[in-house]
């Protein structure tokens, strides 16, 4: 059994900055693509930021230039850095990762139970 555990959400004003963090742990032999989405109300589940094992990152147009995701291959850790918060980022955030439990299988996608961050005055 593989869980992703998020941390850091919570309430900050508009400009302010916030740290997630989501550590997968289990039976994992290796954990490829992993990545921070988010979804509203009403609204599909979008992909904020991703990062592969080599570190190299993709970000959500909104985001780029405010968030950072980086992520510890050794830890099984991932963090999104997020500056300059506007309300529109307001959402529930989930980690996800592409996690290889046998070492013959192909990876399989985890979600997080997610983290709610709110952006207001």
């Known amino acids: 059994q593989v869980q992703l555990m998020e941390s850091g959400g919570g309430l900050v004003q508009p400009g302010g900055s916030l740290r997630l963090s989501c550590v997968a742990s289990?039976?994992?032999?290796?954990?490829?693509?992993m990545g921070w989405y988010r979804q509203t109300p009403g609204k599909e589940r979008e992909l904020v930021a991703g990062i592969n094992r080599d570190g190299d990152t993709s970000y959500a147009d909104s985001v780029k230039g405010r968030f950072t995701i980086s992520r510890d291959n050794a830890k099984n850790t991932v963090d999104l850095q997020m500056h300059s918060l506007k309300p529109e980022d307001t959402a529930v955030y989930y980690c996800?990762?592409?996690?290889?439990?046998?070492?013959?299988?192909?990876?399989?996608?985890?979600w997080g139970q997610g983290t709610q961050v709110t952006v207001s005055s």
């Open positions: 996800h990762g592409n996690i290889q439990i046998f070492i013959a299988s192909n990876p399989s996608s985890y």
């Open positions: 289990g039976r994992i032999v290796r954990i490829n693509y």
